[in-house]
């Protein structure tokens, strides 16, 4: 038989529901697999080993009541930018190290009501702000397949905990590239669904116009069954959309004949490593021989998606941490003199480095005189690359290239430079200043480390990028390969 | 886009940021680089476009009627804060 931690949630769904396994067995098994890895891989903040083992024990209860329910005593990891009631939500940051959350997030509530069991919050980029990890005030996470790289970010504690099969799924977030950059790295699944598809209420803001929460898991079919708990109308949070989720796992199997898809010209470019561009252009031939025809596109204003971003996002950062003041919540400085040295030393030692970086780029960008000459520069290029990618989908149904220009490089090797740093989500930005969903699946391996293929649609396509990256896994085994030691 | 000493200073008191001095020069060299990055944008025309308001084509932000929904939680939410006495949040003086 199969070990548990290698069984995809659609596989342990089945084996819960025929009592070949109980949720308590399996809290149990991936908690022990948790804390065998957890100083090699660091990829969680808080591991939650009481409470899972109560949640496992009240699922299997309602399993037993005779409970029907796909998610029920499946074990999950959150990444630690979602509240979790009573317990200490930290988004990676020195400032919320002893914030304990007075309630749920959205989409913890969701998925905890259909009975997934919360086994830890997984460790990330401080205030997701990172694309390697490195920035977390609780130390780097490390990539499964090479301990020396790094995992990607900012959820590289979900990628590197799904990879490394401690927990079957976890929740992450994209504001650039955050779901997307680490699931590739790491040689996972991650889907970053359309903007306002997933509730961010309780989800620790960063970039409100760029946000979403999404999912890593090992399959495309794993994350189309999650996201039909997770995904939904809420009204605590002013961006949810009030559309209808649809049945994502119906749809899974269509044949994908027929199948326009648009090879993204610009990131075939000179950035890109040329062994990864070959393992995408080996995924695509896999989707031709599907009846998929392919022609590339061209969206002309794509190469400014990173200066835009770096306008928006520090902007929109520096508005929503100035929540932190060191008053209500979060880390106050020792002996402030007056209010004015309280919140310049609260908000000076409670943030690092890279988090100071964006909300200072993101005041100057913001402040006076300045706000024509950037900010509304920057949101008006920004509909240029928005209306470039409506264009691409007046012609074709799904755009395809590289979730990243590399696979995962070095611990150390680009923190010395923030701008190195940021190209690194030079591909997976676009969807973010569109809105659009786009899901990153594993296509094979470089040197030994993964590479992931991008696949973007239009607003609300979820069911046709699940249908196109399961259709994919069913012909390839990209995705069921664990790194070595730790199959 | 090249930002010296005072620029970083100005934006860290506006950012409510103390910096220590050793920290100060990688800022400045950091923040000139990201600013050199961001003049990319000049290279785009974008003299008949308007500046883009919300990722979803047509959506607006939603509003909820003015009305009281949360009930009092004081005493949960002030678990979190760093001071408090007799249900007040205390901070440095103020006014002398």
């Known amino acids: 038989m ?11 769904s089945k084996a819960l529901r025929t009592r070949t396994v109980s949720s308590v067995e399996l809290a149990r098994a991936f908690l022990a697999r948790i804390e065998q890895h957890q100083q090699g891989l660091n990829a969680f903040i808080t591991v939650l080993r009481e409470e899972a083992l109560a949640e496992a024990a009240r699922a299997d209860a309602r399993l037993a009541a005779g409970e029907e329910g796909a998610v029920i ?12 009631r009573g ?29 997934a069991v919360t086994v830890g919050k997984t460790n990330m980029d401080e205030f997701a702000m990172g694309s390697s990890n490195e920035t977390s005030y609780f130390g780097p996470v490390r990539n499964p397949w090479d301990p020396a790289r790094v995992p990607g970010g900012s959820s590289g504690g979900s990628a590197a905990a799904v990879a490394a099969r401690l927990a079957p799924a976890a929740t992450a977030t994209d504001t650039g590239g955050s779901i997307r950059q680490p699931a590739a790295l790491c040689g996972v699944t991650g889907l970053k669904p359309t903007y306002g598809r997933v509730s961010r209420f309780g989800m620790i803001a960063f970039a409100s116009s760029l946000d979403q929460g999404g999912l890593i898991t090992r399959s495309a079919e794993d994350s189309a069954l999650l996201l039909g708990t997770m995904a939904g109308f809420d009204e605590r949070d002013s961006t949810s959309v009030q559309l209808p989720v649809p049945d994502y796992c119906a749809t899974l199997e269509q044949p994908l004949k027929g199948l326009k898809i648009g090879l993204l010209k610009e990131f075939f470019d000179e950035g890109l490593d040329p062994d990864s561009a070959q393992r995408i252009r080996d995924g695509l031939e896999v989707l031709r021989e599907q009846g998929a025809t392919l022609k590339e596109v061209s969206l002309p204003n794509l ?28 880390y106050r400085c020792e002996n402030p003199r007056d209010l004015l040295d309280l919140y310049q030393r609260s908000r000076g030692e409670g ?93 094979g391996l470089v040197r030994g480390l993964p590479v992931g293929m991008q696949i973007i649609g239009p607003h609300f396509s979820e069911s046709r990028l699940f249908n196109v990256a399961h259709r994919y896994q069913l012909e390839t085994d990209w995705h069921r390969r664990a790194p070595p030691g730790f199959a | 886009m090249s930002l010296n000493r005072q620029d970083i200073d100005k934006i ?14 990688a800022y400045v060299e950091n923040l000139s680089r990201i600013m050199a990055l961001v003049g990319e944008l000049e290279r785009a025309d974008t003299s008949q476009v308007e500046p883009m308001a919300h990722p979803l084509p047509g959506q607006r932000q939603r509003l909820r009627a003015d009305e009281v929904t949360a009930g009092d939680q004081r005493e949960l939410f002030q678990r979190n804060a760093p001071q408090v006495e007799a249900g007040l949040y205390l901070v440095p003086r103020v006014l002398e």
């Open chain 1, 303 to 330: 190469p400014l998606s990173v200066p835009t971003y770096y306008v928006v996002a520090p902007a929109e950062c520096s508005s929503n941490l100035a929540r932190f003041d060191g008053v209500r919540y979060g």
């Open chain 1, 351 to 443: 943030f690092g480095a890279e988090v100071k970086r964006r909300i200072m780029t993101g005041t100057y960008v913001l402040s006076a005189g300045y706000y024509d000459a950037y900010y509304l520069k920057a949101q008006r290029v920004r509909a240029l690359i928005s209306a470039d990618f409506e264009r691409a989908f007046h012609e074709i149904d799904v755009l395809i290239g590289p979730t990243t220009p590399t696979p995962a490089f070095e611990i150390g090797a680009k923190t010395a430079d923030p701008v190195t740093m940021y190209l690194n989500d030079i591909y997976t930005i676009g969807a973010n200043l569109a809105g659009l969903p786009a899901i990153s699946v594993p296509c």
């Open chain 1, 73 to 84: 005593g499946v074990p999950i990891a959150h990444k630690d930018i979602f509240c979790t």
């Open chain 1, 2 to 12: 199969t070990a548990l931690h290698e069984l995809t949630v659609a596989e342990l």
């Open chain 2, 12 to 25: 860290a008191l506006l950012a409510r940021l103390a910096l220590t001095e050793s920290e100060v020069p």
């Open chain 1, 87 to 115: 317990q200490r939500t930290t988004c990676g940051s020195r400032m919320l190290a002893n914030f304990v959350s007075p309630y749920d997030a959205t989409v913890v509530e969701r998925l905890r009501a259909a009975g």
